[in-house]
């Protein structure tokens, strides 16, 4: 940079892409939440009523992959198991990476933008007493958590539709041996 102009500038212009990475993280995090709200009603077979999905948001994302899991390990077919584990993988992975996105202080480290905590506990974890330095997230981290988050949304749409296609065939085959069946 030739003044301090150019590099107030470079900084500034470094600072915007950090927000624009977090805030695209965080806003795909979230619609991967909205959506798993939707992939464990499916999954479940649950009768949709007006009420079911504001129940289900109201769980912590992290319960919600829990319970992903757990019906995974019943599921008979190895491809819909295993769909439905690396759907419930991903979505922890994009997480992972909106945490660090949502609880970080951005800071310039030689004209990049770097995360690091300023949490205690989660300092003294990524502290290096040797050379007295934190660890500092690079944005890529957070990039990476993007890419994540797009795909494992196609992969949502498909989880869902396999599971809204075996709930109808479940309908069909049983709608007419209920209880009150003749």
Known sequence: MSNKSDAS???TDE???AYAIVGELVMLASALDNQMN???ITALGLDKTPMLEPVVASLDSARKVEIL???AQKISSPSWKKSLVDYAKAVEKVN???NVAAHSLLEIDRGKAVLTSTAAAKLFKSIDLQKKT???VALSHLEDGIRIA???L???ENVIANFEKADAEFKRRFRDKGPLAG
Do not use: D
């Open 9 to 11: 500038s470079a900084e």
């Open 134 to 136: 934190v660890e500092k």
């Open 38 to 40: 939707v992939v464990c």
């Open 15 to 17: 600072i915007k892409r």
């Open 69 to 71: 899991k757990a019906l």
């Open 154 to 156: 196609h992969t949502g």
């Open 96 to 98: 992972r990476a909106r």
């Open 150 to 152: 797009e795909t494992t």
